[in-house]
Nanobody, 120 residues
Framework: QVQLQESGPGLVKPSQTLSLTCTVS??????????WSWIRQPPGRGLEYMGAIGYSGNTYYSPSLERRTSISRDTSKNQFTLQLNSVTPEDTAVYYC????????????WGQGTQVTVSS
């Protein structure tokens, strides 16, 4: 059973960088052919795909967020990380890390989600 767990600060100030880590257990992030994504849901809105890192380390980003987003991984810790720069209150959302068998979509395992609020 694969499990994903998000961690990071719940409050970030505007203009700062949001950093979240997803720790994976029950499976390796280097196992072919899985992709490890970040998805968020702002209050009252639908799910928004942010980007992914694949089993080989390739990264994929949503065009609308690409300029501010970076996804990386630490294979020794079986973790992958999201960094979102220059945040605004519009980035307030529940952030999820998920596993899929495509760079986008076909998700089978989800973390429980973590609330991040952007506020001064």
């Amino acid at each position: 059973q694969v499990q994903l767990q998000e961690s990071g600060p719940g409050l970030v100030k505007p203009s700062q960088t949001l950093s979240l880590t997803c720790t994976v257990s029950g499976g390796s992030i280097t196992t072919a052919y899985y992709y490890w994504s970040w998805i968020r849901q702002p209050p009252g809105r639908g799910l928004e795909y942010m980007g992914a890192i694949g089993y080989s380390g390739n990264t994929y980003y949503s065009p609308s967020l690409e300029r501010r987003t970076s996804i990386s991984r630490d294979t020794s810790k079986n973790q992958f990380t999201l960094q979102l720069n220059s945040v605004t209150p519009e980035d307030t959302a529940v952030y999820y890390c998920v596993r899929g068998d495509k760079p986008r979509g076909h998700y089978d395992y989800w973390g429980q989600g973590t609330q991040v609020t952007v506020s001064s």
